[in-house]
């Protein structure tokens, strides 16, 4: 689970408006709302990517799809490991019966 959130979704949303809306320097809204400037900063990012503003930076669909992908790897990855394991342990169980 992971750790509570400090601001109010709602306060870095109206936050992010703001720094959209009025072209205003994120570090003065964010100093207007009381909020460290790196967390608007972070939100603002977020919005620009879902919005097709940042296209050097992942969609939330995109964030999914590679957190899934890992996750497949990770697993295929520690499939492999098992097979290679059970591929010499039946080649040296074979080797061991067969007459010399």
């Known amino acids: 689970m992971g750790r509570p959130r400090k601001y109010q979704p709602e306060l870095l949303e109206r936050g992010t408006r703001a720094v959209i809306e009025s072209g205003r320097p994120i570090a003065q809204v964010a100093r207007d709302l009381g909020v460290p400037p ?3 900063r972070r939100h603002v990012r977020l ?3 879902e919005h097709g503003l940042r296209p050097d930076l992942p969609t939330a669909a995109e964030r999914e799809e590679i957190k899934q992908l890992r996750k497949e ?10 097979l290679k394991a059970a591929s010499v342990f039946f080649a040296t169980e074979l080797d ?5």
């Open 96 to 100: 061991a019966d067969r007459p010399k």
């Open 47 to 49: 919005w620009e990517a």
């Open 38 to 40: 790196e967390t608007l």
């Open 73 to 82: 790897i990770y697993e295929l990855r520690r499939a492999n490991e098992i």
